[in-house]
């Protein structure tokens, strides 16, 4: 394989920002650390920028102090920034290694305020989860009982993402707000991912997509990260690998082989898939995939697909500051 593995969601930057004394190169306390996506092959880690959206503290300074640790923590460890295709190709280029990439998991950590965008796209970030599970400024999460959509301010934040390059991220949006990110989407001529989120007809959980979602994603050619939090993937007792072989096949059946990735959710969940505990096991991972599905297809899943999107719709070089 050209590209190493590539993973869409990882909560990594909030473990250090909760815990200073952690260090990003080796560390058994994270999930997913230096050494650990070395060993397990990944070549292209996107990196969260993840605020609980109920605590007092979502304000856009712990957006900021997060980005600033990638570049003194993950950056220091050798794992460079990739903001463009101009990188992606430099980072092919050198011989392949480990990249990552920033994505923003909730817009509340933006306060509400356009001009914050712009600061984060300039500071690297290239992906935007609109919410996360709750309401914010911008639009309802899916788990908030009223079932919203987005609000005014929310629908220029589609708007200026769309002028910017920043791709938006669906995973923990409501279904309202899905819809109407569609057809914002559908006029604009712009995909969408759901970095994080399986399918609700194999493991009915609200995080979940539906079968339409799914043709819908798949129709505008975005994304879909296959998760591996486990109430995500089976509803009850020990989850194992295989239990995520549903999920792929499903997908497929809905016409998805070619736009499916992974977004493992290493550093945000507290349980973990028997054999999947870590970066370091998406060595275990790419086997067991190899003993179902011939290596082309495991290909496209692990990176190609990821990497087809990534090399068309990130810009072509990094604005200079």
Known sequence: MKWGIIDFHCDALS??????????????????????????????????????DEQEKARIGRVLEQISLYRTE???????????????????????????????????GLEGNLKYVQNCYDLGVRFL?????????????????????????????????????????????????????????????KPFIASHSNSINICDHPRNLSDEQIRTIVRLGGRIGLTFVPPFVKASGPVKMTDLLPHLEHMCSLGAENHLMFGSDFDGIDEHIEGLENAACYVKWKELLLKYYAEPLVDKWLSLNAMRFLQTWLPATKKAL
Request: one cysteine or more; glycine letters at 14%.
């Open 129 to 189: 989860g609109i919410t996360w599970n709750h309401a914010n400024w911008a639009a309802d999460g899916i788990m908030e009982p009223r079932g919203g959509g987005f609000t005014q301010k929310g629908l220029e934040l589609i708007k200026l993402c769309h002028e910017l390059g920043i791709i938006l991220d669906v995973s923990h949006l409501s279904l309202k707000g899905f819809w109407e990110l569609t057809e914002a989407a559908e006029k604009a001529g």
């Open 74 to 108: 993950v950056e220091k460890a050798g794992i460079p920034l990739i903001t463009s295709r101009q990188e992606l190709a430099s980072l092919n280029a050198a011989g392949g290694g480990t990249g990552g990439m920033l994505s923003l998991e909730g817009a509340h």
């Open 15 to 52: 473990k250090l920002q909760e815990n200073p004394n952690i260090r990003f190169e080796e560390d058994e306390r994270l999930d997913v650390s230096a050494k650990k996506l070395r060993q397990g092959g990944v070549g292209l880690q996107c990196f969260a920028v993840f605020i609980d």
